[in-house]
């Protein structure tokens, strides 16, 4: 899975952790970087396997199944840390907000802080280019493919606003999403947008690749464009779905991302 002396440029691996999470892995020239590690042990695996060094740490969100693991690595590896400014987190050395800029120099790799409030009040994102060019975000538990995050510190409003930010990101954006919830979020979306052809092209090709035990992430933005609801409350389709579950007229495109969040937390 991993080549370590690649040389041709960064790897992305999601490494399964938990039932349903991923730690997303960056590795390039017997460096690593780790994403949201809920738990140590398989990533201390893999260093150790393939002779990795840890560089740095990146967190999403104060969860314990994203910081779990931070404490161990962090002894372990003495990686740098890095988290949102406003949250209580096991150890960072570094906090970010929007707009900050961290450099990953054994990468080549920049990447911009978005602040995403919404499933906790203090929820970031990391967005950069490849060395691949390739653009990739680490959205934690913001976006996923073709669902969202639990509003569990925040407003509709407010998580409305925060996929917006992710939305106007490239097209090609290889979204890197916290969880393996696609299969469920995709039986929704159906039920949200029965006629949608590409929706019901990405049902196919996602229950293909979980019969092959294979990831369905990363996702693009402009898959999330076409088949995630949450991502399209403007579209006509989908006000109207909104406006069914609810019982009532929906105005403006935050009740309508209301009403969907409401319906996917009782599916
Ligand atoms: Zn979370």
């Known amino acids: 899975m991993i080549n370590r002396d690649s040389g041709s440029g960064t790897q992305l691996i999601p490494v399964p952790a938990f039932s349903d999470n991923y730690i997303w892995l960056l590795c390039k020239d017997g460096h690593a970087v780790v994403v949201d590690p809920g738990e140590a042990a398989p990533i201390e695996k893999l260093l150790a396997q393939h002779k990795l060094t840890l560089d740095a740490i990146l967190l999403t969100h104060h969860h314990p199944d994203h910081v779990g693991g931070v ?15 406003g949250e209580t987190l096991p150890a960072c050395d570094v906090r970010l907000k929007e707009d900050d800029n961290i450099t990953l120099d054994n990468f080549n790799l920049e990447l911009s802080i978005l602040d995403i409030p919404g499933h906790t009040a203090g929820h970031i994102a990391y967005f950069g280019y490849l060395d691949s060019g390739k653009p990739v975000v680490f959205c934690g538990d913001t976006l996923f493919a073709a669902g969202c995050g639990r ?82 409350p403007l579209q006509e389709s989908v006000s109207d779905a909104a406006a069914a579950y609810a019982g009532v007229p929906l105005t403006s495109a935050v009740a309508v991302f209301a009403s969907l969040r409401e319906w996917k937390n009782n599916f």
């Not at 404490?71 to 400014?85: F, H, M, Q, S």
């Not at 979204?175 to 995709?186: P, Q, R």
Request: positive net charge; hydrophobic residues 40%.
């Open 71 to 85: 404490k161990a690595l962090k002894a372990a590896t003495n990686a740098t840390v890095y988290g949102p400014l």
């Open 151 to 232: 509003l569990f510190e925040g407003t509709p409003a407010q998580m409305l606003n925060s996929l917006g930010k992710l939305k106007v990101l490239p097209l090609d954006t290889l979204v890197c999403c916290a969880h393996e919830y696609t299969l469920a979020n995709l039986r929704w979306a159906l039920q949200v947008e029965p006629g949608n052809p590409a929706l019901q092209q990405r049902w196919k090709s996602a229950q293909q690749l979980r019969s092959e035990g294979r990831p369905t992430l990363p996702s693009t933005i402009g898959l999330e464009l076409e088949t995630n609801p949450f991502c399209r």
